[in-house]
């Protein structure tokens, strides 16, 4: 059975524009970081190096557009050592700078893992 109910319609039937933007952005930024770093020695558009990479660059940028909503200067950072996963980037220190980005998202995520362990905690007092 289906309802014609405005309430029905806002909670099951609408679209999450947001999340959307966000997915697109991330997008966006990952083709950007592509192409900033400089991958113009991949002789194929469909090259699994080139793939892999723009699915890495575009999560990384999605997580980091999240973390903007609430931790502004924590989301710049995590967007900033995005760009040290290149080796292009800096070629004197290739596969040194790869700690700085997992270290900055694994902040975030912890802080994030405390948050809801907090509010497990205080939900069951």
């Not at 806002?10 to 933007?21: A, G, P, R």
């Not at 950007?32 to 990384?60: E, M, P, Q, R």
């Not at 040290?84 to 902040?107: C, D, H, R």
Request: charged share 15%.
């Amino acid at each position: 059975m289906y309802s014609n109910s405005y309430s029905f319609y806002n909670n099951v039937c609408m679209t999450n524009e947001k999340n959307n933007l966000n997915i697109f952005g991330a997008l966006v930024l990952g083709i950007g970081i592509l192409l900033v770093t400089g991958w113009t020695k991949i002789d194929t558009l469909l090259d699994a190096n080139l793939l892999i990479s723009f699915v890495v660059f575009s999560l990384l940028s999605y997580i980091s557009i999240k973390a903007y909503k609430d931790y502004k200067y924590l989301a710049i950072i995590m967007f900033g050592s995005i760009f040290l996963l290149s080796p292009e980037v800096f070629a004197a220190n290739k596969g040194e700078l790869f700690p700085i980005t997992y270290i900055t998202f694994m902040v975030y995520f912890s802080i994030l893992f405390g948050k809801s362990l907090y509010r497990k905690w205080k939900s069951s007092l």
